[in-house]
């Protein structure tokens, strides 16, 4: 049986605290490069004990989604289908539909539905942060508020 694999959380900062179970040590791990979270590292504490932690950069909690909707760039008319994947307060990633062109940076507007009892429509502005083949990582800007259905949502 394979020992239980423990999430430490990078902080904006690029360093992280381990901390052992078993004596209560604490690490400060520091210069974490952005290629590194996602990747399991072994730890050795002083007090004996081993174990694997994995580096996470997320801030907030993603929720696992299927919500149809459809995308478009601010820059060019017209729609596109897409599958919301996950979503959290901070952003979310989606599925197209077709092959797209969007590109890291690309501001687009996306617009869903909860699939909560009240449906609430979700329209917003989002940044591009990831463009995969068919897969698209978004950011929330900064100065938009959270809307509190959303927030709602996520805690369900």
Known sequence: MSEPVKKV???QDNSAIVICEACG????LVNIQEEQPGK???VHCGCG???????????YYRKQVYLPGYYAKTSVP????????????????FETVEEHDLRKGDVVRV?????NPDRTSITRPVIVR??????????????????RALGAYLLK
Not at 78 to 93: A, F, Q, T, W, Y
Not at 111 to 115: E, H, P, S, V
């Open 78 to 93: 017209g729609e596109h289908p897409m599958i919301v994947r996950d979503i959290s307060l901070g952003g979310l990633r």
């Open 130 to 147: 990831y463009a995969g083949h068919k897969v698209v990582g978004t950011e929330y800007f900064k100065d938009d508020p959270v809307d």
């Open 40 to 42: 399991k590292i072994r």
């Open 9 to 11: 959380y990078v902080s």
């Open 49 to 59: 004990a081993n174990f694997t932690i994995i580096l996470e950069r997320r801030r």
């Open 25 to 28: 040590r604490t690490k400060k």
């Open 111 to 115: 617009r869903f539905r909860l699939d």
